[in-house]
């Protein structure tokens, strides 16, 4: 079946999470996707975190689905000119390389649009241009200088880092969405064009409602924040939902690490709610009553709550709150989530044959799109693809494949 992306051919130059977690989601949709990478070693994920010695890690296989791998060597002449013939039949070019690295290879973007002026050349970066535009940036540093990890943790605990990964995988996604936009402005237009991605920016647009806060907080403190005072930044406030609605995470049964429950207090359900858990008096209780009211001492309201969750599993407590329409969700693991069938079924959490590592799981396509069904397939062997490639795309004989090798150029 024909796909979203079909007869689109990417150029992957990335290497690492932020620019593979953009061409894998490329491949799922149907592209192409060349992982041109540098001979002996490739991309530096292959042998990073490794659980099975001597084959591809888990790191570079759940990254890098669906491509083709292409090793070519840079610094080599004749490996810059089959650059330049792929750039010229190429339709995206991305990168993820440090600041200047690609323009010293003698590939910038002036010279890419002069190759080929509808190309759509995404470059993924730490920072914007401005003072810390030639600073390295990794996923924590990003989460750092783009708001995350300021807002995140307790009150009285250091600034602390989520596990999703939004300055890499999140910068991807946004990098998706520049080069599809950019695609489509091609049919009307037929240039290229440049997508800037930098991790810094994407971390603070995930951020967005923070920004909203530190505007509110000049005309005084944030009421639906448990902290007790507020200076002139937004401050850490721990597991409040910092939406509209107060919610907490709740003690359950058992009490093992992750025996959590989320619930979120809707003004609408606070009688149902109260009535669930054994405390109906507390619906017509003036200090309970009203969400004004409740505001005012959500540590003893959400007290009360796990006084009756902590009698409960976390899935039994999901359970009965949902049946009361109390929006709610138990702490899921790593554990929980690898194993859980539902999203086996729906592909999220896909088995994978690799032919050195045999069987793992990944993650799948959260897109969903009703005419172009993912099919996942495994990552590519370093190289594999390197004779189909240039004999595919570039015409180049046995002979020409044997000479580029002897020069250490594939």
């Known amino acids: 079946m024909e796909k979203a992306l079909t007869g689109v051919r990417v150029l992957d130059l990335t290497h690492v999470q932020s620019g593979p977690s953009c061409t894998q989601i490329l491949a799922w949709f149907g592209a192409d996707v060349i992982k041109v990478e540098l001979p002996g070693r490739g991309d530096i994920t292959?042998?990073?975190?490794?659980?099975?010695?001597?084959?591809?890690?888990?790191?570079?296989?759940?990254?890098?689905?669906?491509?083709?791998?292409?090793?070519?060597?840079?610094?080599?002449e004749k490996g810059r000119q089959i650059l330049t013939e792929l750039i010229k039949?190429?339709?995206?070019?991305?990168?993820?390389?440090?600041?200047?690295?690609?323009?010293?290879?003698?590939?910038?973007?002036?010279?890419?649009?002069?190759?080929?002026?509808?190309?759509?050349?995404?470059?993924?970066?730490?920072?914007?241009?401005?003072?810390?535009?030639?600073?390295?940036?990794?996923?924590?540093?990003?989460?750092?200088?783009?708001?995350?990890?300021?807002?995140?943790?307790?009150?009285?605990?250091?600034?602390?880092?989520?596990?999703?990964?939004?300055?890499?995988?999140?910068?991807?996604i946004h990098a998706v969405a520049g080069i599809l936009a950019a695609l489509l402005q091609r049919t009307r237009t037929g240039k290229g064009q440049r997508v800037e991605l930098a991790m810094q920016d994407s971390v603070l647009n995930l951020c967005r409602v923070k920004i909203r806060d530190q505007q509110?907080?000049?005309?005084?403190?944030?009421?639906?924040?448990?902290?007790?005072?507020?200076?002139?930044?937004?401050?850490?406030?721990?597991?409040?939902?910092?939406?509209?609605?107060?919610?907490?995470?709740?003690?359950?049964?058992?009490?093992?690490?992750?025996?959590?429950?989320?619930?979120?207090?809707?003004?609408?359900?606070?009688?149902?709610l109260a009535k669930t858990i054994g405390r109906p008096e507390l619906a017509q209780d003036p200090a309970f009553a009203t969400p004004e009211a409740r505001i005012k001492h959500l540590d003893e309201v959400f007290g009360i709550i796990e006084q009756w969750t902590m009698k409960h599993s976390k899935h039994e407590v999901m359970r009965v709150l949902m049946e009361a329409d109390?929006?709610?969700?138990?702490?899921?693991?790593?554990?929980?989530?690898?194993?859980?069938?539902?999203?086996?079924?729906?592909?999220?959490?896909?088995?994978?044959?690799?032919?050195?590592?045999?069987?793992?799981?990944?993650?799948?396509?959260?897109?969903?799109?009703?005419?172009?069904?993912?099919?996942?397939?495994?990552?590519?062997?370093?190289?594999e693809h390197t004779a189909e490639i240039l004999r595919e795309v570039m015409g180049y004989s046995e002979k020409d494949l044997e000479q580029l090798r002897a020069e250490g150029v594939i």
């Open 216 to 272: 509110r907080i000049k005309h005084g403190p944030l009421t639906e924040y448990p902290n007790k005072t507020f200076g002139d930044e937004v401050p850490r406030s721990g597991n409040a939902s910092g939406g509209g609605q107060p919610g907490a995470a709740v003690r359950c049964k058992p009490g093992g690490a992750n025996d959590y429950c989320y619930v979120i207090i809707q003004p609408q359900v606070w009688e149902t």
């Open 46 to 76: 292959r042998t990073q975190l490794r659980d099975v010695p001597g084959v591809d890690s888990l790191y570079f296989t759940m990254l890098n689905c669906n491509k083709r791998s292409l090793t070519l060597n840079l610094k080599s």
């Open 326 to 383: 109390v929006p709610c969700g138990p702490m899921l693991s790593m554990k929980d989530l690898i194993e859980d069938e539902s999203l086996a079924k729906r592909g999220i959490i896909a088995d994978v044959h690799h032919p050195e590592r045999g069987v793992f799981k990944t993650v799948g396509c959260p897109i969903v799109l009703s005419d172009s069904p993912i099919e996942i397939k495994t990552s590519p062997l370093l190289g």
């Open 89 to 172: 039949r190429a339709d995206v070019m991305v990168e993820n390389f440090g600041p200047g690295v690609l323009d010293r290879q003698g590939f910038p973007w002036e010279r890419v649009r002069e190759i080929n002026p509808r190309v759509i050349y995404a470059s993924i970066k730490g920072f914007g241009p401005g003072q810390y535009f030639d600073c390295k940036a990794y996923e924590t540093i990003a989460q750092a200088m783009g708001g995350a990890m300021s807002t995140t943790g307790f009150e009285d605990g250091p600034p602390t880092s989520t596990g999703a990964q939004i300055g890499d995988s999140g910068t991807g």
